[in-house]
């Protein structure tokens, strides 16, 4: 949490889309009304994106800005908020995630109750040692040695 990485690009993209949205489109804000402040305008075609047709002043433009970003500048400290409160059940479903490659939500609630996770019902442990016990010794020739 105390280093910047590329790996939530993609989630700040989609936050600011469903902020500007909900400022643009759906009117969903105090300070600016229910009011369309954009349309959409085209399909999506040959890799180019939708448009979007503003009819506002520079100086709306500039509120829509700043109320997109107070929106995600509370729902990211909500989110860290979240996080941090949550670190020790975020580094234990990390684990469990490693040991088991999925989780359920069996262990999901043990491990929201402050609970070890039990082992997942359907898990049988994959490994890429040759099992042990009694083996069945080989002769010279591959085949299988007489008793």
Do not use: C
């Given at each position: 949490?105390?280093?910047?990485?590329?790996?939530?690009?993609?989630?700040?993209?989609?936050?600011?889309?469903?902020?500007?949205?909900?400022?643009?489109?759906?009117?969903?804000?105090?300070?600016?009304?229910?009011?369309?402040?954009?349309?959409?305008?085209?399909?999506?075609?040959?890799?180019?994106?939708?448009?979007?047709?503003?009819?506002?002043?520079?100086?709306?433009?500039?509120?829509?800005?700043?109320?997109?970003?107070?929106?995600?500048?509370?729902?990211?400290?909500?989110?860290?908020?979240?996080?941090?409160?949550?670190?020790?059940?975020?580094?234990?479903?990390?684990?469990?995630?490693?040991?088991?490659?999925?989780?359920?939500?069996?262990?999901?609630?043990?491990?929201?109750?402050?609970?070890?996770?039990?082992?997942?019902?359907?898990?049988?442990?994959?490994?890429?040692?040759?099992?042990?016990?009694p083996s069945?010794?080989?002769?010279?020739?591959?085949?299988p040695a007489?008793?």
């Amino acid at each position: 949490m105390n280093q910047m990485t590329t790996g939530a690009s993609n989630d700040f993209e989609r936050a600011t889309s469903i902020a500007r949205d909900m400022v643009t489109r759906y009117g969903m804000t105090d300070e600016l009304g229910p009011m369309v402040y954009a349309e959409n305008e085209g399909e999506v075609f040959l890799g180019r994106s939708v448009t979007k047709t503003t009819s506002m002043s520079e100086d709306t433009m500039r509120k829509v800005d700043g109320v997109i970003r107070r929106i995600i500048d509370e729902q990211y400290g909500i989110a860290r908020r979240h996080i941090e409160n949550n670190k020790d059940k975020m580094h234990a479903m990390a684990q469990a995630l490693l040991e088991w490659e999925t989780i359920d939500a069996d262990q999901i609630d043990d491990i929201m109750a402050g609970k070890p996770p039990r082992m997942p019902k359907d898990w049988t442990p994959s490994s890429t040692k040759p099992p042990s016990g009694p083996s069945t010794p080989v002769g010279t020739d591959g085949a299988p040695a007489a008793a």
